[in-house]
């Protein structure tokens, strides 16, 4: 069984700050583990992903994220906040098994204020 | 290359009626996923198909939802008599197979409300 902890549903952050989304997992197998992002009123889109090669994954915008098997954690941070930052953002888990069922977190929605 | 299209992107019935929802994956996918999103909450799993196969349902409530990717056309999620709760975004998602490290690509999701 497969699960995902997102710590705080909101954050707030000041444009230019340091970003950490907290992401814990729960796996019986090894995972894969990603992040999305949700802009309002749109689809979600793969940020970054791990896949049991470098446990610090770069993504797109900015972002990383590192895979530590010890504390069974994957959080995304970003050295400096952008208010085009501002989203919902998912940690995601799938068994490295096979691709389907991803199982999500509930979201954080990041504020950026400037 | 296109995206996952989605449509009706939003969509209004009254308690009773019928809400089809429709998804064409991306060109060369074979793998669709729908999700359900409640507000404030995460993405919930219903159903994974392949052509013309249902994978696995596991996550559709037992009544009322029905889901199909027929070998020809999008794919169809199916709310037979909606309930108020049923109000929610359905997102699509598409996979070329399960070889991709579980990557999924999502449409922009369509909006039930039901009156």
């Known amino acids: 069984a497969q699960s995902v902890t997102q710590l705080g549903s909101h954050v707030s952050v000041s444009e230019g700050a340091l970003v950490l989304l907290r992401c814990n997992y729960s796996?019986?197998?090894?995972?894969?583990l990603f992040w999305y992002v949700q802009y309002p009123n749109q689809g979600l889109q793969l940020l970054l992903k791990?896949?049991?090669?470098?446990?610090l994954v770069k993504g797109i915008n900015g972002f990383e994220a590192e895979f530590k098997k010890s504390e069974t954690s994957f959080h995304l941070t970003k050295p400096s906040a952008h208010m085009s930052d501002a989203a919902e953002y998912f940690c995601?888990?799938?068994?490295?098994?096979?691709?389907?069922?991803?199982?999500f977190g509930a979201g954080t929605r990041l504020f950026v204020k400037a | 290359n296109a995206g996952v299209m989605q449509n009706p992107r939003h969509l209004v019935r009254r308690r009773g009626q019928e809400a089809r929802l429709r998804c064409s994956p991306m060109?060369?996918?074979?793998?669709v996923y729908w999700y359900r999103q409640l507000p404030e909450e995460g993405l919930k799993f219903m159903v994974y198909?392949?052509?013309?196969?249902?994978?696995?349902e596991s996550g559709m409530p037992k009544e009322r939802f029905s889901a199909e990717f027929p070998k020809e056309g999008p794919s169809i999620l199916r709310i037979q008599q909606v309930v108020r709760g049923d109000s929610a975004a359905y997102f699509c998602?598409?996979?070329?197979?399960?070889?991709?490290?579980?990557?999924?690509?999502f449409g922009e999701g369509s909006r039930l409300t039901v009156l």
């Open positions: 995601a888990v799938s068994p490295n098994t096979g691709g389907f069922k991803t199982i």
């Open positions: 060109k060369g996918h074979s793998h």
């Open positions: 998602a598409s996979s070329p197979g399960q070889t991709n490290a579980g990557e999924l690509f």
């Open positions: 791990y896949t049991s090669a470098a446990t």
């Open positions: 198909l392949q052509k013309e196969n249902i994978i696995d």
């Open positions: 796996s019986s197998v090894p995972p894969y």
